[in-house]
T-cell receptor, first 115, second 111 residues
């Protein structure tokens, strides 16, 4: 199993551009998450999904959109990129609700810079 | 407000020493408390986790101590090694809600 894979690893965007961060998991997990990590600020939840066709907002959803058309894929869309979106983005998945004690498995991250 | 407060922000420990990272929470509905370890350039990975029905859980050199009445839990790393140098995140969860993470502690173990 590859686990959780993310592409691209690095990306530089100009202000106002848009892009999609890709996330795929091969563990047949129902739950998927997108986080952003800013220096010294920990992990902040952007969006999450409890299954195909179901998504919900996290703590910092503004400026982002997601979709979940399949169990495996959970892309994150940035529209009109802003410097405040410069961050490292992590995708994660878990088999059930994390409350059941299931481990969240994280991808390697995408480092995004908006200039 | 669901929040987990983690301290210290950074920690330097001599090789062989004990590293201690503390977390506090307010939401008494939290019922699962994991710790994640993150090496530079990598995603976080689960290190150890505890439920509030026990006061301590040990896995090798890593121990979680849990104080339900004080709403605090801590990670102890015994015989700390340079390879333990990483950022550590505590987290908490209630029911079906997503994990709430602390802000992280950057640990440096020096020889």
């Amino acid at each position: 199993n590859a686990g959780v894979t993310q592409t691209p690893k690095f990306r530089i965007l100009k202000i106002g551009q848009s892009m999609t961060l890709q996330c795929t998991q091969d563990m047949n997990h129902n739950y998927m998450y997108w986080y952003r990590q800013d220096p010294g600020m920990g992990l902040k939840l952007i969006y999450y999904s409890v299954g195909a066709g179901i998504t919900d907002k996290g703590e910092v959803p503004n400026g982002y959109n997601v979709s979940r058309s399949t169990t495996e894929d959970f892309p994150l869309r940035l529209e009109l990129a802003a410097p405040s979106q410069t961050s490292v983005y992590f995708c994660a998945s878990s088999g059930q609700t994390s409350g059941g004690g299931d481990t969240q498995y994280f991808g390697p991250g995408t480092r995004l810079t908006v200039l | 407000q669901q929040q987990v407060k983690q301290s210290p922000q950074s920690l330097i420990v001599q090789k062989g020493g004990i590293s201690i990272i503390n977390c506090a929470y307010e939401n008494t509905a939290f019922d699962y408390f994991p710790w994640y370890q993150q090496f530079p350039g990598k995603g976080p990975a689960l290190l150890i986790a505890i439920r509030p029905d026990v006061s301590e859980k040990k896995e090798g050199r890593f121990t979680i101590s849990f104080n339900k009445s004080a709403k605090q839990f801590s990670l102890h790393i015994m015989d700390s090694q340079p390879g333990d140098s990483a950022t550590y995140f505590c987290a908490a969860l209630s029911g079906n809600t997503p994990l709430v993470f602390g802000k992280g502690t950057r640990l440096s173990v020096i020889a």
